[in-house]
């Protein structure tokens, strides 16, 4: 299907495990962006990727590895879950023209128990 | 980092209403864009905005980017049932990330 989709929708995972949350887009957009969403806090950017095999950090990105090897894909792990990883995880992507706007996936809610 | 502020940051408005919501910011950006949340959903874009003093409709919406690129105002004309969820604003400046406000909560009442 055309446009960004993420994977799982639901996941509940224990403390210490590791976990990744795929992310995959179809438009061939240069940027990726991982995003939490918690009460009180709005969107807060975890990592972003300009192209494939470049990523950077945002604003939280403790805890947190991502990678970017194909341009389509920008998965997000979280080494070693703790219960502050508990959130809602948005994957978005954007083109690289100055005009551009971010489209959102559907989100991964993560329990870490 | 950078903060947008959007007000209200809650409003319950009777079903049939106008709407009304902005979005300010202490620096200066290149593209305003506004998008709604719905429940257990992710943002979904609504209007983009590109140029100082741009207007721009969407059905029953419509937003403006404000003259001194620091502000975007978004609209909703007649407000209807389903109008009713988050609804966020995003600045961006060249070659940077995206900046999103904290939202705004629509309730619509019968």
């Known amino acids: 299907d055309a446009g960004i989709t993420q994977s799982p929708r639901y996941k509940i995972t224990e403390t210490g495990r590791q976990v990744t949350l795929m992310c995959h887009q179809t438009?061939?957009?240069?940027?990726m962006f991982w995003y939490r969403q918690d009460l009180g806090h709005g969107l807060r950017l975890i990592y972003y990727?300009?192209?494939?095999?470049?990523?950077d950090k945002g604003e939280v990105p403790d805890g947190y590895v991502v990678s970017r090897s194909k341009t389509e894909n920008f998965p997000l792990t979280l080494e070693s879950a703790t219960r502050s990883q508990t959130s809602v995880y948005f994957c978005?992507?954007?083109?690289?023209?100055?005009?551009?706007?971010?489209?959102f996936g559907q989100g991964t809610r993560l329990t870490v128990v | 980092g950078q903060q947008l502020n959007q007000s209200p940051q809650s409003m319950f408005i009777q079903e049939g209403e106008d709407v009304s919501m902005n979005c300010t910011s202490s620096?200066?950006?290149?593209?305003w864009l506004w998008y709604k949340q719905d429940p257990g959903e992710g943002p979904v874009l609504l209007i983009a905005?590109?140029?100082?003093?741009e207007l721009t409709s969407n059905g029953r919406l419509t937003a403006q980017f404000g003259i001194t690129r620091k502000d975007s105002f978004l609209n909703i004309s007649a407000s209807i049932p389903s109008d009713v969820g988050i609804y966020f604003c995003?600045?961006?400046?060249?070659?940077?990330?995206?900046?999103f406000g904290p939202g705004t909560r629509l309730s619509v009442l019968p």
């Open positions: 990727s300009a192209a494939a095999d470049i990523t």
């Open positions: 978005a992507s954007s083109g690289s023209g100055m005009n551009t706007e971010a489209f």
């Open positions: 438009w061939s957009h240069s940027y």
């Open positions: 620096s200066i950006f290149n593209t």
């Open positions: 995003a600045g961006r400046r060249y070659g940077q990330n995206f900046v």
């Open positions: 905005l590109y140029k100082a003093g």
